[in-house]
């Protein structure tokens, strides 16, 4: 499923109107070449044994919570990992990221650090460094397919979140390669619904498609503070509408300035003829000054308390006439303050067929109440 602006039309019609991410790098040991492709760089997998058993420790020590987010990947994660706990709260996270690690690595220590977690989600970076060993987009996307095998034999349940290469400075040579390998995650997310691309590239550019520099350590790879602060504001984005629900503790109503979203993990929707209301998390992009519905999950878990509304108005043929969304409990990503905010969606006003097929939310009124 990608992380987009999509018709969702059959949000409402199925509803029947209502149901209608060890933190430092390690020196390569080794490489392999391998067999795929004219003589890629396979680095070997055991060279990161070391920090397999370094994991294996740490879950010795302490259990890992059950169920959780599992952020696996390269040093992007392996970086973050002491502060994604803190960066998703309270999203529960298992973070195992390990120096610079490639696709195939994660093939190979599958059952060790992917398969022994029973992860219900999985965000994975991989494409970085793979690019930099000489394999080619094909080679990696090919690998990622196995992941996915791997994943769908045996945790059929679990949801895939791929994060995209992301620029840099220092590998700018690459990034034409990178962004084949992002359009091939795209291609995933489109074809599977338990897939989701997050585009993290994207919101570490300029609007003009250039690298910041500010964004980044001396290196010119790696992630500063501002960057890793953009780059957990995107992830968390885009767990929201899925995992939150899945929580003892509410996400609530966000809005990310990063991104541009306005994510409700609980939203009640109720139909003005009288049918009985459905739970959901729910995601609405700004743009142009509307609200565009953007995704939608229905909570598998319900829960009755939510205070956020969607109250939807049936027209004579049985299409959307009408939708309204109110909240008393938005606030702004980093902001203690609480607002109040409503929109609504006139099909009169603004009709599906000249909007591409977009709910898009106007007439919004929103004002401070804390």
Known sequence: MVMEICNHDDFFKKQSL???????????????????????????????????????????????????????????????NEDAPFDLAPLTVISRGFGGSVMNDVIHYFNRIVLKYNPRAIVLYEGDNDLAYGLTPATILDQLDQVITLIKSNLPNTRLYLLSVKPSIARSDLWGLAQQINSGFSDQARSDEDIFHVEVDKYLLTEGGNFRPELYRADQLHLNEAGYDIWADVIRAALTVQEAQFESST????????????????ITLQSTTGEDPIYLSLGFYLIDGELALKDFAIREVPDSSCSDTLNVSPSADGTVATALYQTDSLFVRGSGIRYRLSAEHSATRRPLGQNSGLYLFDNIEFEIID
Request: one cysteine or more; hydrophobic letters at 40%.
């Open 251 to 266: 996400m609530g109503t966000t809005f990310y300035t990063t991104t541009a979203d306005l994510l409700s993990d609980c």
């Open 18 to 80: 209502v149901m209608k991410f060890v933190g430092t790098l390690v020196v390569v040991s080794s490489v392999l070449v391998s067999s795929v492709g004219n003589a890629q760089l396979q680095p070997d997998p055991t060279r990161y044994e070391y920090s397999i058993v370094g994991f294996e420790n740490q879950d010795f020590q302490a259990t890992p919570p059950a169920e959780a987010i599992l952020l696996i990947g390269s040093s992007s994660i392996g970086f973050w």
